[in-house]
Every structure is written in structure tokens, then in C-alpha cells.
């Protein structure tokens, strides 16, 4: 890690530190922490979990390709500070290689519980033929889009983009009006950090809850499962450089205490970068 | 499981022998077998490995609630015969539960190997406001759909259903014509076994290739990770059956040798039962 990078509070948020060398199936720890730059109402922002955890794949020595693949598990509720990673390389094929990772933290008893699980696919990618037919949200450029307004109770994880909303910002009358949950909106590093996997990750994850839009009515909520397919390699991400990137969600089956968002996220160039689905659960 | 039960042909697919009792941390090892009945082309139908690992959490006595969200990653192609799969409660909380899955094989050097991972979330579902914002497939009934035409090269898996197509129905011609990759099909278990929780997630897997619709070209691929997310409860699942499911699928991005499918699946009466993504690798 260079400097200038190290410097950079999501650089230093999934900073991980290796302990010791990887066992005999190729699984490796490493202790990271908690990062306040972005903590959410209560414990961390979802995203930089997930990122934190991808990047215990990226930095092991074993990792073969680029990310394709990440499903994240927040089993339970993280604590500010101190947590282990471990990553397992369980399967290793010519061009793919599937990991299982786990974050453990200490509980009330000390004892060190599972708080976050997920797999990941990575492969060498291959030159083939391609195509996109997901539809591009319509959506005017970054500079002629709405920027955050300035809310009572922002989390300190917001803080960390530039957003700016074309459609579905937050609502500001909680009267119970029902409406269509899409949102659609602009978001970029505050300080220009280019995107790349773990960023692009966290990223997918930058939705408020869609039963809050879609009922206008804060009901208690959270992301329990994550999914995220890349649809970029490392060079793709190279060319979306420290330009913004157009996010789009909308939720689409609630029931019984969850539903599920399914999501998008384009370059400004409107080069899909990556598909994601998330099942967050809710009350009442 | 009764007598009838065990005879149907799913039933034996997912019958999994437990060895011996949990392990401290709460693991369960079962022993299971590969099933003729739904043979693919080259190895299982990859929704009855995912049926089976499911399994392992169904009849795993510490199970909280019903599924929710499940995540297989078909890590390597999986031999005929004898399997171990071994299903752990990584975490267990008040209303929520996550396991991780792993199903192992003996390998050439007759070293047992990794084949399959998953990771699982249960839940006690609670009485909550519901929606559904994804919209129905438009198909007649299932009796006005179209039978599968006599294909030479059928697999066998393929004949445990019955199914009737909507749209989509697998290219005649495959001279390279680039069109739609939306499939539509009614399935039906073909003997009429009432749809659970295992036969829903194997259906969610009943789709070809997309990429073979998208270009009319009948090139390698096959699934690699898919996620299920599900819409309904035990009793939903009840109300529905022996009836048809709607099934409809569309390829989302192709690139770089990896494309992803968004897939629902509705009961006879349009009641959304599950929402289903999976990222499949193709070559060319």
C-alpha cells in the first residue's frame, strides 16, 4: 500500500493486517478494525463490511483472477473495533477459485462469534462475446441532478460520497403515502478515490431501505444477505476512473418480515459495472 | 419421511444419512448419494445439488424457522455416487439463523475435495405489511402452453418435469440470431409431488443457458454461483400445491466470459414464490 493511498479513509477502513502465513488449506487471517469515517446509525455501514471482507481475497497470496461473484452474510450486528477475517481459498480450478470467509468478533462472554460469512468467485476473465440487456436508467448528468439535502440525522458513512439523486431521494413527509421504491442516483468517492472492486462492492450497498420509499414510513430495517456480480475487469474499472457512478435499486417482493432490491450500477459512460440483490429484513 | 414420500424420485435425490451426531460448534455431517433420475448431460441437474444442500439444513435439528435466502457456488463438477455434506449453524440469533454448507467429494487422488458451498439464511417469518412491485409474466394457462417438443439430446432431469413453454422454448435453428433471452415456462413436478422448500429451489435452476437463446448458439456454459431468494412461507408453499409454477428468466449482462439471469417464480395463482439470480460462465 502506498502513501498517498493509505491515506484515504477507505483505504484505511479496509486496511487488514495478515497473522502469520496461510494454514495448510490456503485459509489466512487477518485483523482489521472498525472504521468511524463510516459508521452507520448503529455499528458500521453494511458496504464497508463487505468490502473488508473482499479484500481479505484480494491481498491472499493464493487469489487467482478478478472478483466475479460476492454473496455477504450479516449474520449478526458488528461492534466498533477490533475484528478477524479469515479467507479460504476452498476450491481452486484452472480459472476459477471459490473462497468461504468468515469475520469473527468477541461477544459479551469474550468468546469470538461469527458476525458477518460470504463466499466469493473470482476467475481469469475471458475475451468473449458480450452484451448488456438490462435497460440504463434515465437519468441527467451528475451536475444537473438534486444534491443531498442537508438532513438532521446523516450517518457518517454518507458522508463518504458525493450524491447526487435523480429519482427516490429520501422522503421527507413519513405520511404513509405508498409509491413506486425505485431510486436512482449519482454517487462518487468524496475525495476522488478511483473505483475499484472493494469500492464498486461497497457501493452496491449505498441504498437506503426501499420499504422506507415505498411506504414512506421508517420502519425498522437492515440488509441481511448481499449479492453483487461484477460485470468489469480490472481495466473497465481503470476507464470509469474517479467519475461518478449511476446506482439504481428498486424493491420487489416483500413478504413476511423481508424483501428483496434488486440493483444496478452503470459508469458515466453507462458501462454496466455490476448487478446486485440484497434481502433486508423489516418490521411491521 | 413416510413410505410414499420416499419413494418419489426427489425424495430418495435429497435423502441424506446423518453421521453420527453434531459436532460442539453445532456441524452436522450427512452422507449422500447422486441421483440417476436427475442426471444432466455431465454430472447432477445442478438444482438438485442445491436441493441437497438444503436439505442438510431442513433436517438439521437445530433449523430456526423456514429459508429465506440461500446462495450455492457449484465449485467443481460434482462425479456420480457418494457425497459429504456437512451443514453448520454459524450463527444463530433470537428470529434469524445463517448457515454455512459445504459438500465434499473424493477426488482422483482419492483426497476429499470441496465441490459445492452455500450459505443459508433461515427465519421465523412475522406478520408484516407485504407487495409485490415486479410484474407478472403475461402467459395463457399452463393447459394452453406449449408441450417440449421431441428433442433427441434431452437430459434426464429434464424429464422429472412437466413443463410447458410460454416463450423462450430452446432455439431449432442455432444459425447465430441474436434475439431476446427471456424464457417463460410452466413446470410441474412430473408426478405431481407437492411443491417444498427443496423442490422450489431446484425449479429455480430449470432454465437453459440463456446465452444459448441470446445467440441462437449452443456454446459451453453452465452455472457457477445462484441465489434464491424466497417469497412465501411453508403455508404459501401449501396453498400452492400441486399447481403449475410460472417460471420466467432473462439474461441481465454478458461479458468477459460470465453472464448473470434474473429469474421469478409464481404459483398458479400469480403469487410471487421466490426471485432467483444465478451467474453462469459461457465460452466464445
Known amino acids: 500500500m502506498n502513501n498517498a493511498a493509505s491515506r484515504h479513509p477507505f483505504d484505511r477502513a479496509i486496511a487488514l493486517e495478515p497473522q502469520g502465513r496461510a494454514n495448510a488449506d490456503g485459509s489466512l487471517t487477518y485483523r482489521g478494525h472498525t472504521s468511524?469515517?463510516?459508521?452507520?446509525?448503529?455499528?458500521?455501514?453494511?458496504?464497508?463490511?463487505?468490502?473488508?471482507?473482499?479484500?481479505?481475497?484480494?491481498?491472499?497470496?493464493?487469489?487467482?483472477g478478478e472478483p466475479v461473484a460476492f454473496t455477504g452474510n450479516f449474520a449478526a450486528a458488528m461492534r466498533d473495533g477490533e475484528f478477524i477475517v479469515q479467507a479460504t481459498p476452498a476450491r481452486t480450478n484452472r480459472s476459477t477459485q471459490h473462497w468461504t470467509i468468515t469475520i469473527r468478533q468477541a461477544d459479551d462472554q469474550g468468546d469470538r462469534a461469527t458476525v458477518f460469512t460470504a463466499t466469493v468467485l473470482t476467475a481469469r476473465r475471458r475475451d468473449t462475446w458480450g452484451a448488456v440487456d438490462v435497460a440504463?436508467?434515465?437519468?441527467?448528468?451528475?451536475?444537473?441532478?438534486?444534491?443531498?439535502?442537508?438532513?438532521?440525522?446523516?450517518?457518517?458513512?454518507?458522508?463518504?460520497?458525493?450524491m447526487r439523486w435523480v429519482r427516490g431521494i429520501i422522503p421527507d413527509r413519513w405520511d404513509g403515502t405508498e409509491s413506486d421504491s425505485t431510486s436512482t442516483l449519482w454517487a462518487r468517492d468524496e475525495l476522488g478515490r478511483p473505483l475499484?472492486?472493494?469500492?464498486?462492492?461497497?457501493?452496491?450497498?449505498?441504498f437506503y431501505p426501499r420499504v422506507w420509499l415505498r411506504r414512506a414510513k421508517r420502519v425498522p430495517a437492515g440488509t441481511v444477505s448481499m449479492t453483487v456480480y461484477f460485470h468489469v475487469d480490472a481495466a473497465g474499472l481503470a476507464d470509469s476512473g474517479t467519475g461518478h457512478v449511476l446506482c439504481d435499486a428498486r424493491g420487489q417482493g416483500f413478504f413476511g418480515g423481508f424483501f428483496d432490491q434488486a440493483a444496478t450500477l452503470w459508469s458515466e459512460q453507462r458501462r454496466l459495472l455490476a448487478s446486485s440483490h440484497q434481502v433486508v429484513y423489516y418490521r411491521e
Open 136 to 162: 440504463v436508467p434515465e437519468a441527467p448528468t451528475p451536475q444537473n441532478s438534486a444534491a443531498v439535502p442537508a438532513l438532521r440525522e446523516l450517518p457518517e458513512w454518507f458522508k463518504r460520497y458525493e
Open 196 to 206: 475499484d472492486f472493494p469500492a464498486l462492492l461497497a457501493m452496491c450497498d449505498v
Open 36 to 64: 468511524p469515517a463510516y459508521a452507520n446509525m448503529v455499528g458500521p455501514f453494511g458496504g464497508i463490511t463487505a468490502a473488508q471482507a473482499l479484500q481479505s481475497v484480494m491481498l491472499h497470496p493464493q487469489l487467482l
